[in-house]
DNA sequence: TATGAATGAGTTTTCATTCAT
DNA sequence: GATGAATGAAAACTCATTCAT
């Protein structure tokens, strides 16, 4: 799956250049997390291993390792959908897991930081568009299994489940890692349970909504 | 309700001083959003219409600046608890306002983009202890007479009504506006309803877990 | 005269603003011609006596400098014409010390170091539009005034002598001091009398195309 | 011709190697005069064509990639002059088409961005010496010869020409193409003419003073 | 008290040069 | 020989902070 997911992006670069141009990437995303992302692109470099000049042969500026790192996160975003559609036995319980999962990645830890014409460049970058449909696609199906089982309310669309994905990835660090998520989390589900409760306001929304609303970026 | 939430702000100065320094965070918190929390502390004057000068007089550094933004923002969530607690008729419908209501306050926007250090440091300034009690009042009133009316689910406490809170507040702002926010609160709203779904793992978390985890900061 | 030239920069300053504002001007002029346009700007900041900040303060990047200098370089010319008109006896010897003393300035040294956009952009920016008028009506008289007192041959127009100012301007700076320079201003003079070889080609250059063509800039 | 002149510069490369070489000065001359002499080497590589490795390989420093295009230059003004002198039916007729014909050349536009002290050390390297004294040699004969004819005055020397020559190369690009030049030019002339205006100061310049002043480099 | 000029440390960014492939 | 990746020194530039006016 990781390989999967490296194959996508840039290549046909020499091995050695290749793996520089990673373990940039790996020492951005830590430091965006621990520091801002404001952190002096030198000591990126530093925790790289490499010069400073290499780390700007590569990203012209903060924006493209930025989005380097984006895209990154929303590779394993798709590959928790994926994973979780394919290995657990129903779509409910897919769905739960997927939710539950979202928390771990931190992805919006990230996206948080951004100003906001900043982040919607990025959003706009046609770089994510196939990424970003692989998790659409996998949302789609799992919610319409789900209600064809009977499980998953009805009037909800894809996009709704987009929305609540949204609200786990952007919850504070000081939360994620705690058990009180988890109660948060079964709260929704129990909200999204077929048969439960008054009917939502508005129409289901649909996977095109969700376009516009998915996180990260 | 704005006058009482000035009076408990730093009192004693001059009026124009006064002014002056009500200028200055509300040209903070309006940069602050737009551009990020790393705006020049110049443009913030500039934007006040007074100069750099004038604001380090007030505020000897950033993190002051961004304290007393924070505070600003805890009141407007305690007036909104206040608020709907006192006038709503019943306790539950009085919750149902007071979360849709956090949405608009748009008060994670600023937080997520501190760095955990920074973001630590002020939660720990004792500056909010007593704003942030008084949320924390009202928010255990209206739980606890939610569940006596057999309104709200009798397994989950302040503290996790609390945590649907900081979801919303941390709601990121391209979705802060939307019409689909509505519905992922009623999806949570129906999850906490008395007699739905399954119950959740661990205990009802209390205010004092609350504490740990309210946000803004 | 030095006085009137300052008038016509920039004012409004503090009078220390002024004063280092003036420092730096001159600074960088020595320097470019000493070390080429492309010295560091931390060192003409050293010798200006001022801190790096301070000339970023006043010139936002390398061209603001660039112009700074050239407006003073023009300044210098438009004092050389309009003494030269002044002090002379006759229209003649105005156009000839005028001539002789364009080789002093040193202008050309700067202009011929730009590359060709960034010379356009010095060029076509208005705040020299007024100065250069200056030189352009001091030629004018004088070129009219000498034909008319029968000195100077009648085929030629400002335009013309204004090229011949530019070749000074643009004499190199190896050359600039010699006695040869001299001798072949005299020649270029020689051309210039009435009554002497043959009919140029073309018509004789007026103000307007001057304009198009005088240096620095 | 071209082929006489490439047989001057370095040899013994092989075939490949030697077409790589000149690709480099070609686009080193290009961007010296379209973008300064300060052109990140990669971009002259870049180009040409080649990696930066191979710039590196035959021009150690940048220096050496200006003395070649220097270098080239000399040999266009020796054709100039050389061409002239053969195909002109009279020495006069062959001074006034070297002196307009210099003009096209555009060598001062590329020495004038020269700092001084690199002027200089570019002067003094050897490899100019040889083909400088072929334009020497031309000058000398067509000045001599037009003075014997009685078409060029006789107080000035084959140096005096050089001077004016060098007014010629240095014209800023902006004046270069234009009509007026032409009028200049023949200003120039009709003051070389025999029999015209006053004696000009001081002595002849001889080929000697010519040899301290000659352009490029 | 208010102002904004000056400062320089800290970052960003570029590019000449080296060297492994 | 050719290539282009890596490097880091040097230059550009920003902005928090101080202080004279």
Redesign the pocket.
């Known amino acids: 799956m990781a390989k999967a997911t490296n194959q996508q992006e840039p290549t046909g ?5 290749r ?3 990673d373990l940039i990437v790996v020492a951005a995303r830590e430091l965006f997390l621990e520091q801002g992302i ?6 990126v ?1 530093r925790r790289a ?10 990203f ?3 924006e493209a390792l930025l989005r380097a790192v984006g895209e990154e996160n929303l590779h394993h975003l798709a590959d928790l959908a994926q994973t979780a559609q394919r290995e657990e036995p129903d779509a409910w319980h897919a769905l739960c897991r997927f939710l539950r999962g979202c928390v771990k990645l931190r992805m919006g830890e990230l996206s948080a930081k951004l100003d906001p014409h900043l982040h919607q460049r990025l959003r706009a970058g046609h770089d994510l568009h196939e990424i970003r449909q692989q998790v659409i696609d996998a949302l789609l199906g799992m919610t319409e299994q789900a209600q064809a089982d009977g499980a998953l309310r009805g009037d909800v669309g894809p996009g709704d489940i987009a929305m609540l994905m949204t609200l786990h990835i952007y919850l504070p660090a000081n939360m994620a890692g705690g058990p009180a998520v988890a109660r948060v989390t079964e709260i929704m589900l129990n909200g999204l349970r077929a048969g439960v409760g008054s009917p939502l306001p508005g129409e289901a929304l649909t996977g095109d909504d969700l376009r516009r609303y998915t996180a990260m970026e």
């Open positions: 670069l020499r091995a050695d250049a793996r520089n141009r404001d952190v002096p692109l030198d000591e470099a291993g490499v010069g400073i000049g290499t780390l700007y042969r590569r012209p500026d903060r």
